[in-house]
């Protein structure tokens, strides 16, 4: 079970988003998931195309440093931080000074030179597929991100995320498309639009990076 501080910052959305209401359950089922994979050393993986690609790198951005709380690996990554003063006593200083703790997330958008030569010699629909194939392990989330729902490639990833025991959390649109039959969790915003479901998106995945952050360094 995730902290009760960490479920009320879905409240705290909806408060500000009251539209978001019907997605209540949903948002609680993936908060609870995602925290639970960190907890059990996963790692969350995303993709998205177009403006959801940036939204992918834009996720990574908030988990792997600090977004709203300080994560000084002094305070939080203890036997890090004692072998550190080890190994690299004359760096200690400069590493805890700016070195934040993360909670593991990558984005399948950046990998330009693998897409590209997967795209070229293979199939340009699996590029997510063959990622997810190559670092998705049981236990971890694929968080993915697709207005309409119907994203062949994203389809294609969540296929091979379901081979591998890899749990997936959509984001889509208000029909939810083709990926909510294939989704653990849907959460499927009230727009119908790319531009005003995306505008629902983005304060839902703060929302997520916010809550992961509490819950694992609130003080």
Do not use: W
């Not at 089922?29 to 403006?51: E, H």
């Not at 990558?106 to 670092?135: C, P, Y």
């Not at 389809?155 to 591998?164: N, S, Y």
Request: proline share 3%.
């Amino acid at each position: 079970m995730v902290k009760q501080t960490t479920l009320s910052k879905i409240e705290e959305l909806i408060n500000r988003y009251p539209a978001l209401e019907n997605c209540r359950n949903d948002l609680i089922n993936a908060v609870t998931i995602i925290c639970d994979s960190f907890r059990s050393g996963n790692k969350l993986v995303i993709c998205g195309n177009g403006g959801s690609a940036a939204d992918s790198m834009h996720i990574v951005g908030e988990l792997m440093k600090g977004f709203l709380l300080p994560r000084s690996i002094k305070d939080f990554e203890t036997d890090f931080y004692t072998k550190l003063k080890t190994e690299y006593p004359e760096d200690v200083e400069y590493f805890a000074n700016n070195l934040q703790c993360a909670l593991p997330a990558i984005s399948l958008v950046g990998e330009t030179a693998l897409m590209t030569a997967f795209a070229n010699d293979k199939s340009s629909d699996l590029i997510f597929a063959q990622q997810v194939l190559g670092i998705g392990n049981s236990g971890d989330i694929l968080l993915a991100i697709t207005t309409s729902g119907n994203s062949v490639n994203i389809l294609h990833a969540a296929k091979v995320a379901k081979l591998k025991d890899v749990k997936i959390i959509a984001l889509t649109g208000r029909t939810g498309g083709k990926i909510k039959s294939l989704a653990d969790i849907s959460i499927c915003v009230p727009a119908d639009s790319a531009y005003t479901i995306q505008e629902y998106h983005l304060p839902i995945y703060h929302m997520i990076c916010i809550a992961a952050e509490n819950e694992f360094y609130e003080k």
